[in-house]
C-alpha cells in the first residue's frame, strides 16, 4: 500500500491510495476515510468477482470527491439529482465523499456505493448492454449500500397498493431519474435476490449473458419469471 500525492487543488483528488485490485484518488479532507474506503473494496473484491464469475485484468481506479458539484461534472451530468452517490466515469469509479453523503444517505451508504459501481464494472466485462433493472438490482445486491428499511418499505407499499412495477417498467434505459422515481434500486435488489435464492449464480450469470433468453434459462416465459418474483417478495417482504 502506498500514498502519494499528485498535485495541488482543495476539493479534487490529490492523494493517491494503491491497494492489490484498486487505486483510489481522494483529496485532503478525505484522509480519514481512506482506510475504510479501501478495506471494504478489498473485502469485497473476491466475492463479487467469484459470484459473477468475472475477474477485473487491471487494478480498477476509484475517484472520491468532496464537492458534489465537482462529482457531478467528473460524471459529465451537472444537473443531477443531490441524491447522486456515484456513477461511472471513462474508465473507472467516481464517487461522493463517505465524510460528505448526499441527502439520504450516510457514511456507509457511501462507502459501499463504491462496491456497487465496481460490480457495475465487472457487469459490464460480461455484457454491457442489459436492462437498468438487471444492472442496478445486482450492483445493489452485491454492495448492499441501501437501507434494508428503505427498501423493504417501498416493496411492503408497492404490494399493499397494488402499484408493484413490471421488468418492463423498470426498463428506463439511460432515464436513471426515472428508475430512481420508480422505486428501482429497491425493486431491482429484490428481484436479484429473488433469482440468486430461487436459480443461483449461475442461472445469474447466464441471464447477464443473454438478458432476453428467459425461457432457456429459467425454463419460464417473462412473464412467468415476473410473477414468481412477486411471490417471493409477498412471502419475505410483505410481512
Given at each position: ?18 491497494t492489490?485490485?484498486?487505486i ?13 474506503v ?7 473484491y ?14 480498477l481506479?476509484?475517484?472520491i470527491?468532496?464537492?458534489r ?13 443531490d441524491?447522486?452517490?456515484?456513477g461511472?466515469g ?5 464517487i ?24 457495475h ?13 438487471l ?14 428499511s ?8 408497492g404490494?399493499?397498493?397494488n ?7 423498470l426498463d ?29 449464480y ?16 429459467f ?10 418474483w ?6 419475505y417482504?410483505?410481512i
Amino acid at each position: 500500500m502506498n500514498f502519494t500525492k499528485i498535485l495541488e487543488e482543495n476539493t479534487n483528488p490529490i492523494y493517491k491510495k494503491e491497494t492489490e485490485h484498486f487505486i483510489i484518488s481522494y483529496s485532503e479532507m478525505d484522509k480519514s476515510c481512506i482506510e475504510k474506503v479501501s478495506d471494504v473494496l478489498e473485502d469485497n473484491y473476491n466475492k463479487v468477482t467469484n459470484n459473477l464469475n468475472q475477474q477485473l485484468k487491471e487494478k480498477l481506479n476509484i475517484e472520491i470527491h468532496s464537492d458534489r458539484k465537482k462529482m457531478h461534472r467528473a460524471l459529465g451530468i451537472e444537473n443531477a439529482g443531490d441524491w447522486i452517490r456515484g456513477g461511472l466515469g471513462k474508465g473507472k469509479v467516481i464517487i461522493a465523499s463517505p465524510l460528505n453523503p448526499p441527502p439520504g444517505s450516510d457514511f456507509n451508504n457511501v462507502v459501499n456505493t463504491a462496491v456497487h459501481e465496481f460490480v457495475h464494472i465487472v457487469v459490464k466485462k460480461i455484457n454491457d448492454s442489459i436492462p437498468r433493472w438487471l444492472d442496478e438490482g445486482i450492483a445493489s445486491y452485491e454492495a448492499k449500500d441501501n437501507n434494508m428499511s428503505w427498501i423493504r418499505n417501498t416493496v411492503r407499499e408497492g404490494i399493499k397498493n397494488n402499484i408493484v412495477p413490471s421488468f418492463r417498467d423498470l426498463d428506463t434505459g439511460a432515464d436513471f431519474q426515472k428508475f430512481f422515481e420508480k422505486g428501482g434500486y429497491q425493486y431491482s435488489y429484490t428481484i436479484v435476490e429473488a433469482i440468486v435464492n430461487i436459480f443461483g449464480y449461475e442461472k445469474l450469470y447466464d441471464f447477464i449473458k443473454s438478458p432476453r433468453n428467459f425461457e432457456e434459462i429459467f425454463g419460464m416465459t417473462e412473464i412467468e419469471l415476473q410473477n414468481k418474483w412477486n411471490e417471493y417478495i409477498r412471502k419475505y417482504y410483505y410481512i
